[in-house]
């Protein structure tokens, strides 16, 4: 009796070091922080790397690692974070630079995504294609929060893929250029229609308008 109780509590403590090993192998990454203009605003992004796999399944596609898996807001003043998904699963684009060439910039160059009252993300959070994992085969949708990351809105709809964005230069609407399933093979390529919505800002979320522009 002695010899099997010995026996289990040594497997036991051979799975538990080897989950421990595992666990300690595993590795968080941060990108650069961005400040929220002159505020006490910080945003910490967490970088997916090759660890998030699992989390993310296997699927069609691959999984970008220069994308951020979640978006800490970091107040200076009382020493609180926030995250911006609150642990839903998500692959957000990284920030773009003001600057649109293609020649390598610093990191801290300011990005385009803060703007005068709001911050836009570009997310993919929907498993469109039903493969049971989020990837780049997945439609990106256009987020966007308060300045403190309150209020997290998405502004364009479900099904449709972001090809890209132009902020007018009075910086009160926004053109949003995207994809349309209308094979409906659960992809975004060859065969879709490109159509354009236009978001007029607004201080207060709630009130943001979002509508498709006939062309």
Same mark, same amino acid.
């Given at each position: 009796m002695k010899k099997k109780l010995t026996?289990?509590?040594?497997t036991s403590f051979v799975f538990t070091s080897m989950y421990a090993q595992k666990a300690s192998r595993e590795e968080i990454n941060y990108s650069d922080?961005?400040?929220v203009d002159s505020s006490e605003y910080f945003l910490i992004p967490t970088?997916?790397?090759n660890d998030n796999k699992d989390a993310y399944g296997k699927g069609k596609? %691959? #999984?970008?690692?220069s994308h951020y898996s979640e978006i800490h807001f970091y107040h200076t003043g009382t020493n609180q974070i926030r995250k911006l998904f609150n642990g839903q699963r998500t692959l957000i684009l990284p920030?773009?630079?003001t600057s649109y060439s293609y020649i390598k910039e610093p990191v801290n160059e300011y990005p385009a995504n803060i703007l005068n009252n709001h911050?836009? %993300? #570009?997310a993919r959070t929907e498993?469109?294609?039903?493969?049971?994992a989020l990837d780049t085969e997945d439609p990106v949708y256009f987020y966007i929060s308060t300045?403190?990351?309150e209020n997290l809105t998405q502004l364009t709809p479900k099904g449709m893929n972001v090809i890209s964005w132009t902020v007018s230069k009075d910086k009160k609407m926004i053109l949003v250029k995207l994809q349309v399933d209308k094979n409906r093979n659960k992809k975004f390529g060859e065969g879709d229609d490109q159509v354009y919505y236009r978001i007029d800002l607004n201080d207060d979320v709630s009130k943001i308008k979002t509508y498709l522009i006939s062309l």
């Open positions: 026996l289990l509590l040594l922080p961005f400040q970088l997916v790397d596609g %691959y #999984l970008p690692w920030f773009r630079s911050i836009v %993300y #570009l498993n469109f294609n039903d493969d049971n300045k403190s990351g």
